[in-house]
């Protein structure tokens, strides 16, 4: 017995998607006679908001931003000791999340209010300021869980992490 199968198959499913560049996200800065800042998004909400991080004038310290359409670019603030900020996503109620790298001690994963203004730092597993209590905050949902990750071993061992889940 012979099975013949036909199938048929239209135009629109082998179409590629259309992009259009609508906005051009970059900080105002003057960095004559440098470079242009280099500039990372990260994260995109739904409500078309965007972070991300930036090298200002290509050569500085990087640090976090914010965009909206309302607002511009908005370089967020760094508490005393950061000296990178990374922005890697954030919700539709203005909570940021990213990783702040504080000289001599290594990465703490934050979430960063944008009606308050605070950042509260996501815990490491294990008590004591040293690199190897290191955290990264990567993405966030309308309900506030935190998905990242954060090192597991403890001071002197050798260094892993694992993936985890904050949630308030």
């Known amino acids: 017995a012979t099975l013949l199968v036909s199938a048929a198959v239209g135009p629109s499913a082998f179409g590629q998607c259309q992009y259009e560049v ?13 470079p242009a800042s280099n500039v990372f ?49 954030l919700n539709d109620n203005g909570i940021i999340v990213g990783s702040h790298t504080f000289s001599g001690v290594g990465a703490k994963g934050f979430a960063y209010d944008m009606k308050t203004g605070e950042f509260t730092y996501l815990k490491p597993l294990h008590a004591g300021v040293t690199a190897q209590t290191i955290s990264a905050a990567n993405a966030v949902n309308n309900k506030l869980v935190i ?22």
Request: glycine content about 10%; overall charge negative.
């Open 147 to 168: 998905a990242g990750a954060r090192v597991i071993s403890k001071p002197g061992e050798p260094l892993v992490s694992n993936a985890v889940i904050w949630m308030p």
């Open 22 to 34: 609508t906005a051009v996200i970059t900080p105002e800065e003057n960095c004559w006679p440098f």
């Open 41 to 89: 998004p990260q994260g995109l909400n739904s409500k078309g908001e965007v972070v991300g991080w930036y090298t200002p004038c290509a050569i500085g310290n990087e640090k976090a931003f914010y965009w909206s359409e309302a607002t511009g670019f908005v370089t967020l603030p760094n508490p005393p000791g950061v000296v990178f900020a990374h922005a890697s996503d």
